[in-house]
């Protein structure tokens, strides 16, 4: 009824604007509400205003209204904003987490191994606040909004914008139209309790719609003749939808709003109001859905639309701001520095970051730079403004809010192998030394890990580091014969290493080392063959790793590479064999020098938004055809955590032992709702062909099959696995809970 209403509205202002020869040409304003994801909407109205031709005067937005209206006001077109809407990651973009492809290569090895991580603030342990600082977002609207860096009154933009937010202190509207624009959109959508107010002008803003979620007056204040409004809330909730304290205070929240928005509708002209009573603010995982009711509704009022551009369009042409290119511009830097460090220095800060001036920049490489800081964990949010100095030319004054030195990090797991375990993490930054990160990790429960090093970072950009280290491995592991347990052995093992490495990006890093490793064996199940005793050896290296993949549980995207050259040498055996419990004279083990090679290669790509297709290449090989079963690859698990093993759906750990290995898995993911997976996998694999003279044999091949299903919890992933093998010939199953050390 509404839209019929409208349209005879626009039958009767065209034929108004007919009858008249001398009108003037009416102004049209255009206001967005806010409404969290299902802003999303507003997009389709603003195609529908595109084709039809209809040229905007004026807009004011709220919150996501906001963020939309500004898009719009600066030059991009419906389908632009679309587009944008297509790129966006909106788990990335509204979380404190650091996407894990801007993490330098150090940092990835260390990122979200613990499901708990407190500050350790004047020698107190800190809870976190779960306020989201929005350093993606400012990110984002950097890059967005960069080529209009230097207007500050945005009366200036290709449309006139205001925007709304609350002071936080008086709950007064601030009406936002001057100044840093990133700044305002950041205030305009800072939901209390969800994102941290933002600083503006001395006050603290939080978001507008708290007092006025759809700005009428304002555009009609700006000038506007004729209002669009395009409302996607619901008003305040029935009293049967109120079921909880939350829902209680988030009613009284907007109380104000709600009496305000009474006295914004009437000022509309052409009101829209859409259908999202089955979604809520955070529904961006439905953006696509939200999206669609948008452009529903845009084409049912695209005949509004067209009748009104038309009758308005006979008057004359509407005048069209210029605006600068709006992808690939650049500004030339002339002169930069920092605000906010205490701990670290503003050298170790640009030299972190890579950033000089006098040079030309757009606003991906300086987000960049940005980045390269941020994946150090040094920092949690890095901001920047440019301050104009003459055309395409400005000064960027970074602030920085630098992290806490020392975070206490926790975990819980559980897998078979290894039984209940507690993880425990200590990392302390610039400790010892500066520019360092110290820490040290304990895994303590039915087996023991533990793990300490001291990362020291060198070279002028900060990308060569010297890295000293100590790894200790307690555990039971089975012996297996012809796929059967046949015993138990003890197994000790502990390294102590010193390695250079150089990480040119944060892709990826490679480096030479030296280790010393001491191993011990005791039987703690008899078996036919025991080994009891110790070896030690030295282990010289080279190594590479690369990292790209997307997410560290269940990526969808990219490729993780780790791939080891060593020479073990100066082996010293103190140990005894047995066979049915006598000592074997003398013994079958070998001890010399060997080189050996170890690769581990992950790709994952994806097929469509709910199927991930993952494939895994694993090879080692011990270059001797001297026989040493101590120092052979231990074959089984579907989650590598001892010391040589060598993945393999459908057996247990341990089960194959052989000196020279490949192995590939092909699989496919499917995530049919959110948290959950479901993996498919099948391998085979290849043993023994580097010792042997003649054709592997096709005892020496083995093929396997796994189906997990997993959910994905807060603190780990829960899975469930049912694993087959053609060679043992035997349904098994594997279960993993947290996250393993």
Do not use: W
């Not at 953006?287 to 308005?312: M, N």
């Not at 085979?684 to 994905?712: E, H, I, M, P, W």
């Amino acid at each position: 009824m509404k839209f019929f209403v409208a349209l005879l509205f626009c039958f009767c202002l065209a034929g108004h604007v007919s009858a008249q020869t001398n009108t003037v040409r009416p102004k049209i304003g255009l206001t967005l509400s806010g409404g969290g994801a299902k802003g999303l909407a507003h997009i389709g109205i603003l195609k529908a205003i595109d084709s039809a031709g209809l040229k905007i005067d004026y807009i004011t937005g709220t919150s996501m209204g906001a963020i939309v209206g500004a898009l719009y006001a600066s030059g991009y077109s419906g389908n632009d904003i679309e587009a944008l809407r297509k790129d966006i990651d909106f788990d990335v973009l509204f979380s404190n987490n650091v996407p894990l492809k801007t993490l330098s290569m150090e940092e990835k090895d260390q990122y979200s191994r613990f499901a708990i991580e407190l500050p350790f603030i004047n020698n107190k342990i800190r809870l976190t606040t779960g306020v989201i600082t929005g350093q993606q977002l400012n990110m984002k609207f950097s890059e967005l909004f960069f080529h209009v860096y230097h207007i500050r009154n945005f009366n200036e933009l290709k449309i006139p914008f205001k925007c709304m937010a609350t002071d936080l202190e008086t709950g007064d509207l601030v009406i936002m139209d001057t100044g840093n624009i990133i700044t305002a959109l950041r205030a305009t959508m800072a939901i209390p309790s969800v994102f941290s107010a933002v600083t503006r002008d001395g006050k603290k803003l939080v978001d507008g719609g708290l007092v006025r979620n759809f700005p009428v007056k304002n555009v009609k204040e700006m000038g506007a003749d004729i209002v669009i409004g395009s409302n996607v809330t619901n008003g305040l909730s029935k009293i049967d939808k109120i079921k909880s304290p939350v829902d209680v205070l988030l009613q009284m929240a907007f109380y104000r709003e709600a009496g305000d928005f009474k006295e914004e509708l009437p000022l509309t002209n052409i009101y829209i109001h859409m259908p999202m009573e089955e979604y809520n603010t955070g529904s961006f995982g439905s953006g696509s859905e939200i999206f669609d009711v948008g452009v529903k509704t845009g084409r049912q009022y695209y005949p509004l639309f067209k009748k009104l551009a038309d009758s308005i369009n006979a008057l004359g042409e509407a005048k069209v701001k210029n605006t600068d290119i709006i992808t690939n511009k650049t500004v030339f830097i002339k002169s930069h520095k920092v605000n906010g460090l205490r701990k670290t220095s503003p050298t170790f800060f640009f030299h972190l970051m890579n950033f000089d001036d006098q040079k030309s920049y757009t606003a991906g490489q300086i987000n960049k730079s940005i980045r390269r800081a941020i994946g150090s964990r040094y920092y949690s949010t890095i901001t920047y403004a440019l301050e104009p100095v003459s055309k395409d030319t400005a000064n960027i004054i970074f602030t920085a809010d630098e992290n806490p030195s020392t975070y206490l990090k926790a975990g819980l797991y559980y897998t078979r192998f290894r039984g209940i375990n507690v993880n425990v993490n200590l990392t302390s930054r610039d400790f010892l030394i500066p520019n360092s990160r110290s820490m040290v990790s304990a895994s303590i429960g039915e087996s023991t890990q533990i793990e300490a090093e001291h990362f020291q970072y060198l070279g002028r950009i900060k990308n060569i580091a010297f890295i000293a280290g100590f790894k200790l491995d307690n555990q039971t592991i089975n012996t297996f014969q012809n796929f059967k347990v046949e015993g138990a052995y003890k197994q000790n093992f502990s390294q102590t290493f010193i390695n250079f490495q150089n990480s040119g990006n944060n892709k990826i890093a490679g480096g030479i080392g030296t280790a010393f490793e001491y191993i011990r064996f005791s039987p703690s199940i008899r078996s036919v063959n025991e080994v009891k005793g110790r070896f030690t050896n030295f282990k010289s290296y080279v190594y590479l790793k690369y990292n790209d993949i997307n997410q560290i549980f269940f990526p969808v995207k990219g490729l993780k590479i780790n791939v080891e050259l060593a020479q073990v040498y100066n082996q010293i055996p103190t140990l005894t064999q047995f066979q049915n419990g006598l000592r074997v004279l003398p013994s079958t083990l070998n001890f010399d020098n060997y080189t050996r090679l170890v690769l581990d290669a992950s790709l994952f790509t994806p097929i469509n938004k709910r199927f991930t297709f993952l494939s895994e290449f694993q090879a080692g090989v011990n270059f001797t055809n001297k026989p040493n079963y101590l120092n052979n690859f231990f074959i089984g698990g579907l989650n590598g955590s001892f010391r040589n093993q060598i993945r393999f759906a459908g057996l247990q750990e341990a089960t194959i032992n052989s000196s020279s290995v490949t192995a590939l898995l092909v699989g496919l993911r499917y995530n049919p709702a959110n948290n959950i997976f479901i993996t498919g996998r099948i391998n085979g694999l290849v043993k023994d062909f580097a010792t042997k003279r003649n054709a592997t044999s096709s005892k020496d091949a083995l093929t396997g099959y796994a189906l997990t299903f997993a959910y994905k919890t807060p603190i780990g992933p829960i899975e469930l696995s049912a694993m087959y093998s053609d060679q043992s010939k035997k349904l098994q199953s594997y279960v993993l809970f947290g996250i393993p050390f």
